[in-house]
């Protein structure tokens, strides 16, 4: 009880402007598609709908877009990645494969309406060329790999140029999860490329970050939280020709960075767990399991007892 109470002082001594911050940090760590029950139980802990609100208003922006979610279209015609490269305006995220911006409520998770995009959101029709060549590329690659996999091309610099002779640069997302928290676990993969196209060198540099979670949490906690970065490059071509080109190499960095996280997990019992455990007792003297006779407590009580005679 005396605890209790040392807690819930403790948690009076707070201003809103801690508690905000501690709100978000939760909201903002929270696993793969557990936001929102996250979100429900801050609201007993707080018991301030205001700060509650707009830890939410805060939080949930950078959550969705960190964690590359994907919603589906009012009209179901499509989906949109909420992620910081399909963002055109506050709420507002770019469809480039149907060429609709979603308005999008953050908290809810869900796209409220939508709108054609605009001449100045959309790349000229010399990248477009490119940008769905790569497109359809690297849908074929999700389908076949991740299992309700998403994926989208954009392009985040020179989105203008009209003819060859110019650099530009595309990012390609790729975003999985499969969630199923009613068997207590959870996990996400996310995926970015960037695609620089170097006209002078007629050269395509490509660098790829990828991150996989997981969370299951059946009677225990465990998270996983890993994080890879890889870099290759490909010669500029046609847009078919660079997108295929592209396309294996996004395809050989992910399959292999896939292989070793298997295999390191593998090999968790005979290395990790071992090296958790002490190598030696605090004597610094190994104990001899093949001898252990010599520790018996009957012999050693006897000979005190013979010795006290």
Partial sequence: ????????????????????????????????????????????????????NLAALEAFPQYNKSHMICLELPDRSSDVIITKFSEVA???YLDPRTAQVAIVDHVKQA???????SDEELPSSYIEEFRCALDADIMKYVSEAYPKGVCAVYCVKG??????????????????S??????????SWRSIWNIEFNDEDQMVEIKGRLQVGAHYF???????DANHECRDSTLLQNPEDSALAITNIIRQQETEYLASLEASYLKLPDTTFKDLRRKLPV????????????????RDIA???????
Wanted: glycine share 4%.
């Fill in 159 to 176: 989105k203008d140029v009209e003819e060859p002779g110019s650099d530009f640069e595309f990012v390609v997302v790729i975003s999985a």
């Fill in 218 to 224: 059946e009677e225990g906690n465990v998270q996983l």
């Fill in 1 to 52: 009880m005396a605890d209790d109470e040392e807690v819930s002082s403790e948690t009076e001594q707070l201003n809103d402007k801690q508690k905000l911050e501690i709100a978000k940090w939760f909201l903002l760590n929270s696993p793969a598609g557990e936001i929102q029950y996250v979100f429900k139980d801050l609201r007993t802990i707080l018991k301030d709908d205001n700060v509650h």
């Fill in 178 to 187: 499969r969630l199923s928290p009613q068997n207590f676990c959870n996990g």
């Fill in 283 to 298: 004597t610094r003297t190994l104990f001899p399991w093949h001898s252990t006779m010599q520790f018996s407590l009957t």
């Fill in 111 to 117: 796209c409220t309406e939508a709108r054609p995009a």
């Fill in 303 to 309: 000979k005190e007892l013979t010795i006290r005679k």
């Fill in 90 to 92: 506050e709420n507002e």
